[in-house]
């Protein structure tokens, strides 16, 4: 079963307002990674996360890796409507060949 | 560096026809993801391939459904027999290494009529 979770699957949100999304894991990861996809695109990588308790900053994007390993977030400061797509997050479950495994994705939409 | 090329871009079968994607990773990675993705919804994992060798294949229809990875020339995902329900995209990706940073390729819109 699903074992990279994103919940919810769709966020509305303000021009100008932060967004934070989650990314929870039922085990252990390797590392974490984020991925943005636009609509009718690809998805692109944004991010890696290796280190518990790991924190990345990108302008204005912060990605955090928990203590524990077992979750992460992604928290977009003052959105754009450049910011419309769905994030991904993909973790490499520990011990599992070294796939990535995709959460389902939260699709955000800004209003101008 | 040319990044990660699928092709064809989109590809409309008839029910029972076979459909075959090709992906060619960017040079110098050894390691292909095939992921499937209906609209709105994830990226589902499908295979992975480590230069002529399935590594997991564990999303992969066990019926209808083949990955290779020569050693010389793209992957290809085949499908046999399409039925309506394999309509979706598919894409491919690449990494230098096993669970590094993945170069996702355009995909492939396949679309049974």
């Known amino acids: 079963g699903q074992q990279v979770m994103q919940i919810p699957q769709y966020q509305h949100v303000q021009e100008g307002e932060d967004f934070t999304t989650y990314c929870n894991s039922s085990?252990?990861?390797?590392?974490i990674q984020w991925y943005k996809q636009r609509p009718g695109g690809h998805p692109v990588f944004l991010i890696q996360?290796?280190?518990?308790?790991e924190v990345k900053k990108q302008k204005r994007l912060t990605f955090q890796f928990g203590e524990a390993k077992k979750n992460s977030s992604l928290h977009i400061t003052a959105t754009q409507t450049t910011d419309v797509g769905t994030y991904f997050c993909a973790g490499e479950i520990a011990g599992a060949n070294s796939k990535l495994t995709f959460g389902k994705g939260i699709t955000l939409s800004v209003r101008p | 560096n040319a990044g990660v090329m699928q092709n064809p871009r989109h590809l409309v079968r008839r029910r029972g026809q076979e459909a075959r994607l090709r992906c060619s990773p960017m040079?110098?990675?050894?390691?292909v993801y095939w992921y499937r993705q209906l609209p709105e919804e994830g990226l589902k994992f499908m295979v992975y391939?480590?230069?002529?060798?399935?590594?997991?294949e564990s999303g992969m229809p066990k019926e209808r459904f083949s990955a290779e990875f020569p050693k010389e020339g793209p992957s290809i995902l085949r499908i046999q027999q399409v039925v309506r329900g394999d309509s979706a995209a598919y894409f491919c990706?690449?990494?230098?290494?096993?669970?590094?940073?993945?170069?996702f390729g355009q995909g492939t819109r396949l679309t049974v009529v």
């Open positions: 085990t252990t990861l390797s590392n």
């Open positions: 990706a690449s990494s230098l290494a096993a669970a590094t940073e993945a170069f």
């Open positions: 040079k110098g990675h050894s390691h």
């Open positions: 996360l290796v280190k518990s308790g």
């Open positions: 391939l480590q230069k002529e060798n399935i590594i997991d």
